[in-house]
């Protein structure tokens, strides 16, 4: 990110189902640019990744070489964390034990498909997806209630945002 064109972003992990659409494009515009050695990496929430994961068919019937981390917490977790810091903890529409297994998904899709559970999982799956020949997905497993920080309060303006969780 601290190069011209490196760095693709909605600016936030609010904008839901933007990720995998931006990394089609960005391999799209990498490949157009004479640079297919540049990795191409999606990071994406469960319930965003569930908006747009049709995608996954453009990347494999195009061999798109990209990789997306699926941030899995079986939430909608920035609804979540609003709920829980705005609305004293009233969920609606916003827990999603029900989540489907991303790496068998990726697979049906035609692309690899990796499951992460345990933080010792993670480098050797990083590695598998980037020396991948086409898209990879990896489904990381993460705490429910882990929150992302920093955030804009209700109402603020995006120079106001809580770096922690008692300024929300």
């Known amino acids: 990110y601290t190069e011209p064109?490196?760095?693709v972003s909605s600016h936030g992990l609010g904008t839901m189902g933007y990720g995998v659409p931006a990394a089609v494009g960005a391999r799209v515009a990498a490949d157009a640019m004479g640079e297919p050695e540049r990795d191409v990496?999606?990071?994406?929430?469960d319930g965003s990744f569930l908006m747009t994961m049709q995608e996954l068919s453009v990347a494999v019937r195009e061999?798109?070489?990209?990789?997306?981390?699926?941030?899995?917490?079986?939430?909608?977790?920035?609804?979540?964390?609003?709920?829980?810091?705005?609305?004293?903890?009233?969920?609606?529409?916003?827990?999603?034990?029900w989540m489907p297994e991303f790496d068998k998904l990726a697979e049906a899709f035609g692309a690899l498909g990796l499951?992460?559970?345990?933080?010792?999982?993670?480098?050797?799956?990083v590695?598998?997806?980037l020396d991948y020949d086409g898209p990879a997905v990896i489904?990381?497993?993460v705490d429910p209630e882990e929150?992302?920080?920093p955030m804009v309060p209700s109402g603020g303006a995006n120079g106001q945002f809580a770096t922690a969780e008692d300024q929300l």
Request: charge should be negative; proline fraction near 2%.
């Open 139 to 141: 489904d990381f497993h």
């Open 147 to 149: 929150n992302v920080l």
């Open 5 to 7: 064109r490196t760095w």
């Open 41 to 45: 990496v999606c990071f994406d929430g």
């Open 127 to 129: 590695e598998e997806a």
């Open 63 to 97: 061999e798109l070489d990209i990789t997306i981390a699926v941030l899995n917490n079986e939430y909608i977790g920035m609804v979540r964390q609003w709920q829980d810091a705005f609305y004293e903890g009233r969920h609606m529409a916003s827990d999603y034990t």
């Open 115 to 125: 499951r992460v559970d345990d933080y010792d999982e993670v480098a050797p799956a």
